[in-house]
Nanobody
Framework: QVQLVESGGGLVQPGGSLRLSCAAS????????MYWYRQAPGKERDMVAR???????NYADFVKGRFTISRDGAKNTVYLQMNSLRPEDTAVYYC?????????WGQGTQVTVSS
């Protein structure tokens, strides 16, 4: 069973930065893609960013220019660098791995943007 462990969430002031990490318990070398999603209370889970196995990156419009997704294959880890954070970025952030026809989700990490 593949496990994903997110970390790096917390409380940050508006305009601040956080870097989330998602560590996989298996090699991500042959992954189809890794995603970051987020879900705010009472709202649907939205895709935030995606990185394919070929390194192609996609972002939701609401984070373009502020968030950056990256990966470290040697550490089987994908990151989400979040800059210029806004109160509306407050949510639980989840990573999802697509690998060999299966989907795996992490447990989520809380990000709160507030003064």
């Amino acid at each position: 069973q593949v496990q994903l462990v997110e970390s790096g969430g917390g409380l940050v002031q508006p305009g601040g930065s956080l870097r989330l990490s998602c560590a996989a318990s298996t090699s991500i070398f042959s992954m189809n893609a890794m995603y970051w999603y987020r879900q705010a209370p009472g709202k649907e889970r939205d895709m935030v960013a995606r990185i394919s196995g070929l390194g192609i990156k996609n972002y939701a419009d609401f984070v373009k220019g502020r968030f950056t997704i990256s990966r470290d294959g040697a550490k089987n880890t994908v990151y989400l660098q979040m800059n210029s954070l806004r109160p509306e970025d407050t949510a639980v952030y989840y990573c999802k791995l697509e690998l060999r026809g299966y989907e795996y989700w992490g447990q989520g990490t809380q990000v709160t943007v507030s003064s």
